[in-house]
């Protein structure tokens, strides 16, 4: 990781009248043109920490450093927020009668006009906004509101964005093509961002890391591959899709593999239909688009795995484990 441009240190945060912490002694680092996304259940303290670091909040307890310098309580300053960190909210928060143009250049009001239109036009350019300068933004897509929301965070060229369920309100195919232009654009402008999404599975696909949280804490930081792959426990493991979790005692009377660990896990695509295995019986089918999802009964454990073709309900199978992917795995 290249050098910090965000460091949160201890930090805790209680709203008033809640016996509970909302966020409980965090601390990570995001380095320069990194991509982090926070994920966790609903009610897991994401949208607190991200307005913490955004300086909307006053954290009880702890600090926040931005390219090494720490920012000040955001109780004692008039305007909320911090200095060379920008963030885009859910709801875009765009003026409905204002152009895309104005938008754009607002946070540049306090240079001269010439700079004003060069960046505006460098921005309209890089997030694929043209010929769009002159429409108003309430008549935009969902889509065309979110790059003009994000263009206009990066005016005043900030080393930090935040973003609050970015892809929330779009469809899957503007979803998909808004994800790949986020990432060049970040890239493409030095900035590095972190983004709360509810969709794990956003944050595969566009993190260079991603912090797990759970009831206000950070239970785990680590790559994208890592967490899907070598989740830190069960509930690391199922945010990111089905999980199969068996005991080394389930695996030796089925598969005749001796483990140390106490349970081991694996992803669906890690078992498969093979004549010197166990028989299950399939007990559920979901078609994903490309596969058929199957759920099956062993000993009254159920597992999941793909299948090209769909089978009955009530069929037997005969199914093998990739022994290569089993991962030992904390239960609870």
Same mark, same amino acid.
Do not use: W
């Given at each position: 990781m290249s050098s910090s441009v965000l460091k949160a240190n201890e930090l805790s945060f209680e709203y008033p009248g809640e016996r509970q912490s909302a966020v409980k002694d965090v601390s990570f680092e995001l380095g320069g043109q990194e991509i982090v996304t926070l994920v966790g259940s609903s009610g897991s303290g994401k949208s607190t920490l991200l307005n913490l670091i955004a300086g909307h909040l006053s954290p009880t307890k702890g600090q926040v450093h931005v390219n090494g310098?720490? @920012?000040?309580? %955001?109780?004692?300053?008039?305007?909320? $927020?911090?200095? =060379?960190?920008?963030?885009?909210?859910?709801?875009?928060?765009? /003026? %409905?009668? /204002?152009?895309?143009?104005?938008?754009?250049?607002? %946070?540049?009001?306090?240079?001269?006009? =010439?700079?004003?239109?060069? #960046?505006?036009?460098?921005?309209?350019?890089?997030?694929?906004?043209? #010929?769009?300068?002159?429409?108003?933004? @309430?008549?935009? /897509? $969902? $889509?065309?509101?979110? #790059?003009?929301a994000i263009a206009r965070s990066l005016a005043d060229n900030p080393s930090l964005i935040l973003m609050d369920e970015p892809f929330n309100q779009l469809d899957h195919t503007i979803k998909l093509s808004l994800k790949s232009e986020l990432k060049h654009i970040l890239s493409t402008s030095n900035t590095s961002a972190l983004i709360v999404t509810h969709d794990p599975i956003d944050a595969l696909s566009i993190s260079d890391r991603i912090v797990v949280m759970k009831d206000g804490a950070l239970l785990s930081i680590a790559s994208p591959r890592q967490h899907y792959l070598q989740p830190l426990n069960s509930y690391v493991a199922q945010l990111f899709g089905p999980y199969n979790i068996v005991s080394a005692k389930f695996l030796l009377k089925h598969w005749k593999l001796k483990e140390d660990a106490q349970y081991m896990g694996f992803r669906p695509e890690h078992i498969t239909i093979a004549n010197d295995g166990p028989a299950v019986k399939i007990t559920g089918s979901a078609y994903t688009g490309q596969q058929y999802l199957l759920t099956a009964e062993l000993d009254e454990l159920m597992l999941y795995f793909y299948h090209d073709q769909d089978l009955s309900l009530g069929e037997f199978v005969s199914l093998k484990i990739q022994y290569e992917q089993l991962h030992p795995i904390a239960v609870g």
């Open positions: 310098e720490l @920012m000040i309580d %955001p109780k004692h300053l008039l305007v909320k $927020g911090f200095e =060379d960190v920008e963030i885009v909210k859910q709801d875009f928060q765009l /003026s %409905p009668r /204002s152009t895309v143009f104005k938008t754009i250049k607002h %946070p540049l009001r306090r240079y001269n006009k =010439d700079y004003q239109e060069e #960046r505006v036009a460098e921005l309209i350019a890089l997030c694929n906004l043209n #010929r769009l300068e002159d429409k108003i933004t @309430m008549d935009l /897509s $969902g $889509g065309q509101k979110q #790059r003009v």
